[in-house]
């Protein structure tokens, strides 16, 4: 995750290192690669194409993709601005703001889960009220959408406010002093400087919200159509009586390919992505 | 002096009445305090000349409305824009155009859509705006660059985006603040003659803050010298730079400045001694404070004779006015030649050409004789 967030780019400029920084650099990549391997090792390919294709699974994909684009969606609506508020604010309070941001990703995505049951379960701080009028929230795709914002919005936050403290105010003044008001700067300066960062912290979020599961188990449950993502499919057809191993393994290669599709697309769009 | 006409046309316009630009203000900002009054009028180009630090760009920014003000007022065409009395215009309604050491293109826009920023946030139809942007374009000289983005521009070309940019958002006042400093010889020269250009087709008042002389007298009528906050001096050109009120702006316009006193309308008599004396009909007040400019190329050097001492000319009166003698200090190389810095008080530069400096036994420490023609002085009293 941290390779793809902000990937050095002194290392190739700043020349050599000693040698045997190969060894450990090495083991990191194995850290990440092997267990890939091994799982592709394991897949019984002939069965591949059942699992993928089963209603479950195609069901499963079908969602997760859908409550990942309404998830990604909400993100850019909530954390553009959010990232402004936090770029423009004195020092003390960006600190501040920032640390808040980044707890989601600290925390076990479990925890993140009983805390949105705690604000909007039957017997939670918002959702008591909500139920009055007739809105159930957990257990609902709508609970799967929260609970993916809820550990996706960081990236987002993040990455935009990067972009943000990079871009400056400079270029802002400039528009103002020639006539433009507020809203034009941001609409026509403003979020064109800070397009690439969007976009790297979009892709981020959607693949952080089709990954989710922590959060989802506990917040949305399991059913199948309504909550059951890709990931509680695999947990399912893991642990489930009588489904084989290897179709959890099929649906986890589909996750990763999809995954991998998503990062190389926003590596063919972004011209000054990291190389 | 050839001041002359310039300073009766000073004179009649006076500050401030119908001036197109008034700005009197003051700004504090950390420890640093500007003070700052100025007038310019409609078609006038006022140079901003000071030292590093001394508040030249936090006065533009002022006025463009980038920088708070404390106390006065700004009035561009009647309008007031800002000042303790009222509530400041915001920043997009203010019309001041103002162009940096830095291009500052939007980087995501061609040259064209940043030229017509201004005309479409202020409301023109895109057709319109791209139509007139064009033709601002081709009036910078950089009619086919339209389609071209910032970074596939040079330097040079980059700023002249800018003015267009600037001119096209139709400013009610135009506020350059080193607009030349990063570009090359070449670039800086085409930008300054952009400018003169435009100027007088505008009609719109100009400030120009700038530590180069050669900008102030190529662009501009009057000058203003800002020290540490404060205007120390305000009026024509040829006047402000060909006799400086300060040692800095002395060495700012390359000439030798000497204080002293009166000794009658037409001669002035450093604290060392030495007596300088102008050819011009002068009206000094003899025993009231004066100071001496000369060019650094219009004395006379020659090696020292045997009955010559370091320090000034040992008779004071007809034979010894505009002689002195006095010890290198330094040298310095200046094109086609050498500058002499002199030790003794006062200390003044002295420009030789390489042959003569050849001929002279120029070292530190050696004593020279120096000559300056009545004709080459120019006598004023100091305020």
Redesign the interface.
């Given at each position: 995750m941290t390779r793809v967030e902000h990937a050095p780019r002194g290392v190739a400029v700043a020349g050599r290192f000693p040698g045997w920084l190969y060894v450990p650099a090495g083991l990191g990549a194995a850290v990440l690669l092997l267990p890939l391997l091994a799982l592709l090792l394991r897949l019984d390919w002939a069965g591949v194409p059942a699992a993928i294709t089963s209603p479950e699974a195609v069901q499963a994909l079908g969602l997760s993709l859908a409550t990942a684009s309404w998830a990604t969606l909400a993100c850019v609506v909530l954390g553009v601005p959010l990232a402004l508020v936090i770029a423009r604010s004195s020092r003390g309070t960006a600190a501040a703001l920032r640390t808040l941001v980044t707890l989601p990703l600290v925390l076990p995505p479990l925890v993140g889960g009983i805390a949105l049951l705690s604000l909007l379960g039957r017997t939670g701080l918002l959702g008591e009220a909500l139920a009055v009028w007739g809105i159930r929230i957990p257990f609902t795709t709508a609970a799967v959408v929260i609970a993916q914002v809820f550990v996706a919005l960081p990236f987002l936050v993040i990455s935009v406010e990067g972009a943000l403290r990079t871009a400056g105010t400079r270029f802002e003044g400039v528009a103002a002093g020639l006539g433009a008001g507020r809203f034009t700067v941001f609409r026509r300066i403003t979020l064109p400087l800070v397009a690439p960062g969007l976009l790297a912290g979009a892709v981020l979020c959607f693949a952080r919200a089709l990954g989710e599961f922590g959060a989802t188990a506990l917040f949305a449950g399991n059913a199948a159509g309504t909550t059951r993502t890709m990931p509680l499919a695999i947990y399912t057809a893991f642990n489930g009586a009588g489904v084989s191993e290897d179709t959890a393994i099929a649906l986890s290669l589909m996750l990763i390919a999809v995954a991998i599709a998503v990062l190389v697309l926003m590596r063919g769009w972004r011209a000054d992505a990291p190389r | 002096m050839s001041a002359a006409p310039e300073g009766r046309r000073d004179a009649a316009a006076g500050p401030a009445a119908d001036a197109a630009l008034v700005a009197e203000l003051e700004v504090e900002r950390g420890g640093f305090r500007l003070e700052a009054s100025l007038a310019v009028g409609a078609d006038q180009v006022l140079a901003v000349l000071g030292p590093n630090g001394s508040g030249k760009s936090t006065l533009l920014g002022a006025i463009?409305?980038?920088v708070p003000v404390a106390r006065g007022e700004i009035r561009v065409g009647g309008r007031l824009l800002g000042g303790s009395t009222t509530r400041d215009v915001p920043?997009?309604?203010?019309?001041?155009?103002?162009l940096g050491q830095q291009p500052?293109l939007?980087?995501?826009?061609s040259a064209l859509e940043n030229v017509a920023?201004?005309p479409r946030?202020?409301g023109l139809g895109r057709r319109e705006a791209r139509t007139e942007s064009a033709g601002w374009l081709e009036r910078v000289g950089l009619a086919g660059f339209e389609r071209r983005r910032p970074a596939e521009l040079s330097g040079g070309q980059q700023q002249r985006v800018a003015l267009a940019?600037?001119l096209a958002?139709r400013p009610a006042a135009l506020l350059l603040d080193e607009p030349f400093a990063a570009l090359d010889v070449e670039a800086a020269a085409g930008m300054r003659r952009l400018v003169r250009e435009h100027r007088a087709a505008l009609g719109i008042p100009m400030l120009l803050v700038t530590h180069d002389p050669l900008d102030a007298l190529v662009l501009a009528g009057r000058a203003a010298i800002l020290q540490a906050g404060r205007l120390v001096d305000e009026g024509p050109i040829a006047r402000v730079l060909g006799h400086p009120r300060t040692p800095f702006i002395a060495a700012l316009a390359g000439v030798d400045l000497v204080e002293g006193v009166a000794l009658d309308p037409a001669t002035v008599r450093a604290a060392g001694g030495l007596v300088l004396r102008s050819a011009e009909r002068a009206d000094l007040v003899t025993g009231a404070p004066a100071s001496a400019v000369f060019a650094p190329a219009a004395v006379h050097v020659r090696a020292a004779g045997a009955d010559a001492s370091p320090g000034a000319a040992a008779a004071v009166g007809e034979a010894g006015a505009n002689r002195w003698s006095g010890t290198v200090a330094s040298l310095e190389p200046t094109a086609g030649g050498v500058r002499i810095l002199t030790a003794e008080q006062p200390k003044v530069a002295v420009d030789v050409p390489t042959a003569a400096a050849v001929a002279l036994d120029l070292e530190p420490g050696a004593v020279l004789a120096f000559r300056v023609d009545p004709a080459d002085v120019s006598v004023r009293p100091l305020v």
């Open positions: - | 463009a409305g980038h920043l997009p309604a203010r019309r001041i155009g103002l500052l939007f980087p995501h826009l920023f201004g946030a202020q940019r600037t958002a």
